[in-house]
């Protein structure tokens, strides 16, 4: 690790260590999980003005945000404004600013309609990232904890970016709500890719400010760079053993914190034909086919935030996942029993049942043949606890609230 990045950790150790004790008095909190410790409320970095007006202010700022940028009933922008920050610039992730768009669609840049400040989409957009006219980059956002979780690798582009023009760079820490655990395979970089940036497990169990430390110490930035200055504002009264409930969806098709934790699992049949509940009330939830049995029947419809869905008006045979208990879910971690429960059905003959995308998400070569070869899906989840535990080692230096 290098001596920077060392320092960039402790001081953020240090400010969470002097205020995580009891919420700052006047600021929101935003509503979510309790400390295990203490009961007191989580108090995400974006509530803390206190700790960030000092660093921002008199410079430039660009926010990348969207919906879940929540300070209360308030988006952290008009909080910022309010304390007299000069915002000059929104970034926004897929799903756009508001957090209305399908997965994977374009979304354009516009204008804020209450603050009149220019918002940029930085997913699947080709206009040039611009910091010319820009001091420091700021991330307040929702992340969920997963390698193929778009908002982070939205994150290291900003980062890099602010590498090339030597920019400032800062976090509002947000609590991970799968934080509590690390699962699943490590991505071999060969499959670096927009659903992939960081050579991490399927669950990392890391905050963005957590990741994004990591990532510049462990030299994974733009030619092994360090940021000019990298500072994460810390939430309070937050360890990784809180079970931290989203007060906002951080995407359309993650409604409840079900759908959150079973995303670790179902989000593979996006490589293939099988409907995982876009277009219905279930989304990430339930899945299922035309062709398969099951004793639940549903039937995808175009809807907002999911305009096509896979399946799209036709009656599909599968599974209700949703009454699930969320403890059993979570010891299980990264379960790959319902995908190859969907190849056993109607996967034998169809050749293309997983796509490339496959190899994308699950980021490893090797595990499509296990599937096709019928090894059990314990046997396929214990060729990566090696690398797990090794993970966990490595990420042990960059974290800020205990385990």
């Known amino acids: 690790m290098r001596m920077k990045t060392m320092r960039s950790v402790s001081a953020a150790i240090l400010a969470a260590t002097l205020c995580c004790a009891c919420a700052p008095a006047g600021a929101a909190a935003s509503r979510g999980g309790l400390s295990q410790e203490s009961g007191a409320q989580v108090v995400v970095g974006a509530a803390r003005p206190e700790l960030y007006v000092p660093v921002l202010k008199g410079k430039r700022i660009a926010l990348m945000s969207n919906q879940t940028g929540m300070v209360g009933d308030r988006h952290s922008l008009d909080v910022m404004l309010e304390n007299g920050l000069d915002v000059r610039l929104i970034y926004s992730p897929e799903h756009g600013f508001r957090g209305t768009a399908d997965a994977g669609e374009e979304v354009g840049s516009s204008v804020d309609g209450r603050t009149g400040i220019r918002i940029q989409s930085l997913y699947g957009s080709g206009e040039a990232i611009d910091l010319s006219d820009i001091d420091v980059v700021v991330v307040d956002i929702q992340d969920v904890g997963l390698r193929y979780y778009t908002y982070y690798v939205t994150m290291l582009k900003l980062m890099n970016k602010a590498l090339e023009y030597g920019r400032e760079f800062v976090i509002f820490d947000r609590p991970n709500p799968n934080g509590m655990y690390v699962d699943g395979p490590v991505l071999d970089m060969k499959y670096k890719s927009g659903v992939g940036g ?36 810390p939430c309070a ?116 049942f997983l796509s490339d995308f496959f190899e994308l998400l699950i980021g490893r070569g090797d595990i499509r043949r296990m599937i096709t070869d019928g090894v059990p899906a314990r046997r396929i989840e214990a060729s990566w606890r090696k690398d797990v535990r090794k993970f966990k080692k490595q990420r042990k230096p960059y974290l800020l609230y205990s385990e």
């Open 198 to 233: 960081l050579p991490i497990p399927t669950v990392h169990g890391m905050t963005l400010g957590e990741l994004a430390l990591m990532a510049e110490g462990e030299g994974w930035l733009q030619n092994g760079g360090a940021l000019t200055r990298l500072t994460v504002i």
């Open 237 to 352: 009264n937050y360890t990784h053993r809180t079970r931290y409930v989203l007060p906002v969806a951080p995407s359309p098709n993650l409604p409840t914190m079900k759908s959150v934790y079973l995303y670790a699992s179902l989000c593979f049949f996006e490589a293939t034909p099988v409907s995982l509940g876009r277009g219905t009330d279930k989304p990430f939830q339930i899945y299922g086919h035309p062709d398969m049995t099951g004793p639940y029947d549903f039937t995808p419809e175009s809807r907002p935030g999911a305009k096509e869905p896979p399946q799209k008006n036709r009656l599909c045979h599968g599974y209700d996942l949703s009454g699930l208990d969320d403890e059993s879910i979570l010891a299980r971690g990264v379960n790959l029993e319902y995908l190859i429960d969907a190849y056993g059905q109607i996967g034998k003959d169809r050749p293309d």
